[in-house]
């Protein structure tokens, strides 16, 4: 079967750090993904993980284990624009096709 | 174009009726797809084209729902006998080559309402 768990909502204070977390169970892993979508907007790609490890992107950074099925993504120095949903996805065996989790949605404030 | 667009951005229609939604990739990408997002939730796999053909279409939900994409670029997703159930945004990605490590670019979708 296929599983991606994120938690479903989270708040911080400006300025501040939070982790997201996802945990995937899928029939084979070809990758991991993070995509940001604001309300009412399409999905934007943040960060692609395949190997275990940490890939640093500015204030974005997202770590993967897979020997866990486990992956964060790390949002520094937080901003209000940053308000937003974070899906967590996964390519599997059966394709390209993207499986999405049901998306963490962060709200910020000042 | 620039990015992936999709038409149109609101479609409201009674049920029972015939609805199509329209994509427009990202120019010279190969691989198109077709994503379904109901509130609350992450996008939903329909189905994902090469080229002009139907690489994998089983996340179709039944037969009422099909896609094409004749010249290998724009596609069509076409809904029959539509059910309220059918409401929620219509999200379309393309990738350069419909490798399982690339990124997909999604556009902004179509928010379909079935009243």
């Known amino acids: 079967g296929q599983n991606i768990d994120q938690p479903t909502e989270m708040t911080a204070t400006e300025g501040a750090i939070v982790q997201i977390n996802c945990t995937y169970q899928t029939s084979g892993f070809n990758g991991l993904f993070w995509y940001q979508q604001h309300a009412g907007e399409a999905p934007t790609f943040l960060s692609y993980?395949?190997?275990?490890g940490l890939e640093e992107k500015g204030r974005f950074s997202s770590f993967l284990s897979r020997s866990k099925g486990y992956s964060y993504l790390l949002l520094k120095e937080l901003q209000m624009k940053d308000s937003a949903s974070y899906l967590c996805?996964?390519?599997?065996?059966?394709?390209?096709?993207?499986?999405f989790g049901k998306g963490t949605t962060l709200s910020v404030s000042s | 174009g620039a990015g992936v667009s999709q038409t149109p951005s609101n479609k409201v229609t009674e049920k029972g009726k015939y609805v199509e939604l329209r994509c427009d990739p990202i120019s010279g990408h190969t691989a198109l797809y077709w994503y379904r997002q109901s509130l609350g939730q992450g996008p939903e796999f329909l189905i994902y084209f090469q080229g002009t053909g139907a690489a994998d279409d089983s996340g179709l939900p039944n037969d009422r729902f099909f896609a094409v994409r004749p010249e290998g670029s724009v596609s069509t997703l076409k809904i029959q006998r539509t059910e309220r159930g059918d409401s929620a945004v219509y999200l379309c990605?393309?990738?350069?080559?419909?490798?399982?490590?690339?990124?997909?670019?999604f556009g902004p979708g179509t928010r379909l309402l079935v009243l």
């Open positions: 993980n395949v190997l275990d």
């Open positions: 990605a393309s990738s350069a080559l419909g490798g399982s490590q690339e990124t997909q670019y």
């Open positions: 996805a996964v390519t599997g065996q059966a394709g390209t096709a993207l499986i």
